[in-house]
Nanobody, 128 residues
Framework: QVQLVESGGGLVQAGGSLRLSCAAA????????MAWFRQAPGKEREFVGV????????SYKDSVRGRFTISRDNAKNTVYLQMNSLKPEDTAVYYC?????????????????????WGQGTQVTVSS
């Protein structure tokens, strides 16, 4: 049984920073992609970024590139989403997701269907 447990959400002012964590249990991640998605009220879940665990390579949504960084800790089986220069439009529930190691440059990895396992979500609220 694979479990993804997220933490680190909260309330922050615009321009501030937060770091989300997603700890994975139940399988090794060496042959996986780990992604972050977000969902704002009344909107569809959208791709934020993805990391290929084996290489550490990443790909991001255009609007967060340069502000958000995904990284991993192999020893802790944990992936992180460092979010800097936060904007009110970043407000959403953030989810981590685990799936097969498709090319991170493909459009498919930007779809929720590319992932088999999901965390419970953590709320991020950015005030103006």
């Amino acid at each position: 049984q694979v479990q993804l447990v997220e933490s680190g959400g909260g309330l922050v002012q615009a321009g501030g920073s937060l770091r989300l964590s997603c700890a994975a249990a139940g399988r090794t991640l060496s042959s996986s992609n780990m992604a972050w998605f977000r969902q704002a009220p009344g909107k569809e879940r959208e791709f934020v970024g993805v990391l290929r665990w084996s290489s550490g390579n990443t790909s991001y949504k255009d609007s967060v590139r340069g502000r958000f960084t995904i990284s991993r800790d192999n020893a802790k089986n944990t992936v992180y989403l460092q979010m800097n220069s936060l904007k009110p439009e970043d407000t959403a529930v953030y989810y981590c997701a685990l799936g097969p190691p498709y090319s991170i440059n493909s459009t498919f990895v930007r779809a929720p269907g590319a992932y088999n396992y999901w965390g419970q979500g953590t709320q991020v609220t950015v005030s103006s």
